[in-house]
């Protein structure tokens, strides 16, 4: 079972990547990433899923630090 966070973000390019190079610095791994509910122009939702509740609550810092809304599931 994944621990699964979903991340609200702007339609543009780079979101994607700046999100995965800012876990990646942190040592937080992205086991499961999915893009949900995107109209163009309009931003969207990423699904991201992590090994357990530690590691997702590590993402949420990361994310809270880049300026991202973000929730676990």
């Known amino acids: 079972r994944l621990s699964e966070v979903l991340v609200v973000c702007e339609d543009k390019p780079g979101v994607i990547a700046e999100i995965a190079r800012a876990m990646a610095d942190d ?42 809304e973000a929730r676990r599931l």
């Open 27 to 68: 040592g937080v791994n992205i086991n499961d990433i999915e893009v949900v509910k995107v109209r163009e122009g309009m931003g969207g939702t990423l699904r991201l899923g992590f090994d357990d509740d530690d590691v997702a609550r590590r993402a949420l810092g990361v994310l809270d630090r880049l300026g991202y």
